[in-house]
């Protein structure tokens, strides 16, 4: 069973960064996709970025270039880091694979941007 802890959010004035972090645990294959989605109150959760475990990366749009996805394979964690942050990313931020797995959404963290 898929177990993940997301932290690192927080709140953040426009322009600012924050890195999220998720620890995974639990039956995962060695090859997969892990992914961070985002969840803006009241809306479906949005995929924002995904990574390979040989390292391909993909980024929704309107975080290309400014969120970057990383992994550390041996420590079974994921990160995003965030730059240049937008009041439009507030939300809630959540990692898990992809394609996603119902039963294993963590509880995700907090991202909050506002002057």
């Known amino acids: 069973q898929l177990r993940l802890v997301e932290s690192g959010g927080g709140l953040v004035q426009p322009g600012g960064c924050l890195t999220l972090?998720?620890?995974?645990?639990?039956?995962?294959?060695?090859?997969?996709?892990m992914g961070w989605y985002r969840q803006i109150s009241g809306d479906e959760r949005e995929l924002v970025a995904w990574?390979?475990?040989?390292?391909?990366?993909w980024y929704e749009d309107s975080v290309k270039g400014r969120f970057t996805i990383s992994r550390d394979n041996a420590k079974n964690t994921v990160n995003l880091q965030m730059n240049s942050l937008k009041p439009e990313d507030t939300a809630v931020y959540y990692c898990?694979?992809?394609?996603?797995?119902?039963?294993?959404w963590g509880q995700g963290t907090q991202v909050t941007v506002s002057s």
């Open positions: 972090s998720c620890v995974v645990s639990g039956s995962i294959p060695s090859v997969n996709v």
């Open positions: 990574i390979h475990s040989a390292g391909a990366t």
């Open positions: 898990n694979r992809f394609p996603y797995i119902s039963e294993a």
